[in-house]
């Protein structure tokens, strides 16, 4: 097991509009990244007018964590489904709270 290597799951770029985009990725590694304890490794951003607004990470020696605006809070990662389903409603509440009148 220590000689299998990370096997990416999902990399994709959404494009909401010529001023926002998601990017996720998402990778399947052979022992946890230090300061988590699962076997995956991801970033998940949301941009909006060359900003990232929202992302949620695991860099090593951080752990799990996510990012509003300049807020910056650990995270409690489940599975990738739980973690698409919390990016998705942060992506939400920002596009709602920061809304042109």
């Given amino acids: 097991m220590s000689n299998m290597k990370a096997a990416l799951i ?3 770029r959404i494009v909401y509009s010529t001023h926002s985009f998601a990017e996720l990725v ?4 052979p022992t946890p990244v230090q300061g988590s304890a699962h076997e995956f490794k991801y970033r998940l951003v949301y941009v909006v007018d ?3 607004v ?3 990470d695991n860099e090593v ?3 799990d964590h ?3 605006g300049a807020i910056e809070n650990s995270y409690k990662f489940s599975t990738p489904e739980r973690l698409m389903v919390d990016f998705q409603k942060d992506m ?4 709602d ?5």
Avoid: I, P
């Fill in 50 to 52: 060359s900003v990232c």
């Fill in 10 to 12: 999902a990399r994709t």
């Fill in 66 to 68: 996510r990012h509003f």
């Fill in 26 to 29: 998402l990778w399947r590694v």
């Fill in 54 to 56: 929202v992302r949620y």
């Fill in 61 to 63: 020696g951080k752990g």
């Fill in 92 to 95: 939400a509440r920002w596009n």
């Fill in 97 to 101: 709270e920061n809304r042109s009148s």
